[in-house]
């Protein structure tokens, strides 16, 4: 069985490849760099994709500031200290269309690999203010993907599995621990310094200390 | 009423876009460079654009020749001399999940400009061939953008534009004669030599061939 995993570096997409390893996948990793602010993920990825111990890992450049439209891809400034639980609109950190374009490159690779699977790290903090972190955006991928395919249309079933969908970010971090996984390795700060350092305040640093508060786990990052 | 248009530097990129253009859209155009050997539509597209007047073009690089799997992108060779008609399989340039691909790739320049529509020149000889030229696909696509964007999630509707899909290559071209497009813009081989000069025995030349000699139009590339 294989799945192709979007690995971004973060302790989500970290822990979602664990967890589809753990469940008998051999991973295919795929980072794409998409213009993000935060380039300092992409040597994560390469770390994370080393500690899952992946078949292969392929990295792609699609350079999304071309199209501008959120602060992630440097249109604007990150938004800091932010209600976490605020759930009134979709930060400006949505990248237009950026699952979609994800998934179907994602499901390039698998077509040509033979994967039965995405995995995606998306989860219920995302999924509450992106659109294309819903439950029902992911089944819909599915289904684009079996009316698009040579595979698809010759019956394989493609899954898009999202392992962490409906956890907290301290759900996911104590599954990490479960599973042995060294989150010194992951990187999760939107606006990181020159030398890499996470600010501490955008809305991914601030989610990733709270859920470590949480789980009642040092973060190795925080040493 | 904008429009993103998929340009790809052959002729029914362009007749599509010029069909979009006559019914009122502001065309918005992008083209992607996905490792296809044959580059040379590259220019082919930027000649496109420009006499479409499109309102913005924008080149992307996605080097889908990481992933292989078509003799597309550089893997085994480029079918020669093939029955146009052979409706058995599909053929060794399909690009696995490309149309997914492009139309998420538009989808996301479509939601940051506004645009109601991502016009796309897949038409029946496509469709015969490619699981991701059909109608069937296209719809449901609209469905997923509906589904994975901010817009889409707020009500608004993005149709994918295919006007050729029940056209042949000459009645593409009879359109086109009608519009005044000149196809000496365009580029169609998917093996040009070292100058840029069709192979005159792929499946795209060929197809090319027979659409102007039905059409009962000369190709200016040919003069």
């Known amino acids: 069985m294989k ?11 970290y822990t979602a490849g664990a967890i589809a ?3 008998g996948y051999e991973l295919y990793a795929l980072t794409i760099r998409y213009g993000q602010v935060h380039a300092v993920e ?7 994709a080393r500690a899952l111990g992946v078949a292969a890992h392929v990295e792609l450049d699609l350079d999304l500031k071309a199209f501008g439209g959120s ?17 009134g609109e979709i930060p400006s950190t949505y990248v237009p269309a950026r699952n979609t374009i994800f998934l179907s490159i994602a499901l390039g690779w698998a077509e040509v690999v033979g994967a039965s699977a995405i995995v995606i790290g998306v989860n219920a903090l ?9 439950p029902e955006f992911l089944r819909g991928f599915e289904r684009l993907a079996s009316l698009g395919t040579r595979s698809g249309i010759a019956g394989a079933r493609l899954e898009v599995l999202a392992p962490l969908l409906h956890m907290s970010k ?8 479960v599973l042995n996984l060294d989150y010194a390795f992951t990187h999760s700060c939107y606006d990181p310094g020159p030398n890499g350092a996470p600010c501490g305040d955008c809305d ?11 789980a009642g786990v040092a973060d190795p990052l925080c040493r």
């Open 42 to 48: 992409v040597d994560a990825a390469r770390r994370v």
């Open 126 to 134: 995302d999924y509450s203010g992106y659109p294309d972190c819903r």
């Open 170 to 177: 301290a759900q996911i971090i104590r599954e990490g621990v």
């Open 204 to 214: 991914s640093c601030r989610l990733r200390a709270r859920g470590f508060s949480e």
């Open 3 to 13: 799945a192709v995993v979007l690995l971004s570096g973060g302790l989500d997409s």
């Open 21 to 23: 390893r753990r469940d």
């Open 71 to 87: 602060a992630l891809v440097g249109e604007g400034e990150i938004p800091k200290g932010r209600d976490l639980d605020d759930e």
